[in-house]
């Protein structure tokens, strides 16, 4: 399968080397120019392209971008985005990194917000999961304690294409609902960063609560400020401890 990739900063590598060692043909481009992709390309066999290539003829395209580079790349993919290709969104907002995006900030899901810049339709995922665990997360089908993802979106063929690709990365995608409902996925929700199997996930998107999901979203924040660098098993640490995840 024909694959894009928009950013090869820690989410993008890691799908790179992911797609491409699945036997995914993948096309990949950043900020910077072309030359800037050689080393990851090198070890990957991916293909660097400029961000109007990259969305040509790919079955997937991943935004693995900060938010605040949306419009931007919504401009270049504008010319060559076809109504076919996949878009997976795999931001989330933050605020000390994209500034203050206003129609977020009054409540537009992020995920419908990206979904308008591009004026095409996104599916979300990979948003909930450190890069750390992405990388090394993945377990084979039916081991008891295989990673669990949602996928939100509204379209069902989309997301059951997204949900094989992600089984064969190791994880156990799930059907979360409606881009409008993705807010359950977001940042300070309880499936987000927190290492849930399947039944925990499920039971975490019905859970989630979005005055609750801000407010925590704010004081994760602020604890990952005051002291960084942490290791990945902190930060989940951490992140389950706010959502008051003592179990397994
Ligand atoms: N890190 C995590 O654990 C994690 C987990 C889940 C989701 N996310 C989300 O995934 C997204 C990517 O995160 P990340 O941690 O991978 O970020 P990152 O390491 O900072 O990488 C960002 C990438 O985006 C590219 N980029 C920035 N502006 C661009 C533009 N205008 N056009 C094209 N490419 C552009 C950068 O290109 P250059 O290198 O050329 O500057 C870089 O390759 C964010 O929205 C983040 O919130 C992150």
């Known amino acids: 399968m024909n694959i894009g990739v928009i950013g090869a900063g820690k989410i993008g590598s890691i799908l790179v080397k992911n797609f491409t060692r699945l036997g995914h043909h993948v096309s990949v481009a950043n900020k910077q120019d072309v030359n800037s992709l050689r080393k990851l390309c090198h070890a990957t066999g991916a293909q660097a392209v400029t961000l109007s290539e990259v969305c040509q003829n790919v079955e997937f395209l991943f935004l693995c971008v900060p938010l605040v580079a949306i419009p931007e790349i919504a401009r270049s993919l504008k010319p060559s985005l076809t109504f ?14 994209d500034g203050r995006i206003e129609e977020i900030e009054q409540g537009q899901v992020e995920s419908v917000w990206v979904a308008q810049q ?49 089984a064969a990365l190791g994880f156990d ?63 989940l640490k951490m992140t389950r401890e706010l959502q008051g995840i003592t179990n397994k």
Request: net charge neutral; with cysteine.
């Open 84 to 97: 076919s290709t996949i878009v997976v969104d795999t931001g989330n907002y933050f605020p000390p990194r």
């Open 118 to 166: 591009i004026d095409h339709p996104v599916l979300k995922a990979f948003n909930s999961i450190i890069d750390y665990y992405l990388e090394n997360g993945g377990l084979p089908p039916d081991s008891p304690d295989r990673l669990s993802l949602p996928v939100s979106g509204d379209s069902a063929e989309a997301k059951n294409k997204l949900l094989h690709l992600i």
């Open 173 to 235: 995608g799930f059907d979360a609902g409606s881009l409008k409902e993705s807010w359950r996925q977001q940042m300070g929700t309880p499936i987000y960063c927190t290492n849930l199997t399947r039944s925990q996930a499920i039971q975490a998107i019905k859970n989630a609560n979005r005055e609750n999901s801000i407010s925590l979203r704010e004081i994760r924040t602020k604890k990952l400020l005051e002291s960084s660098p942490r290791t990945p098993e902190e930060v």
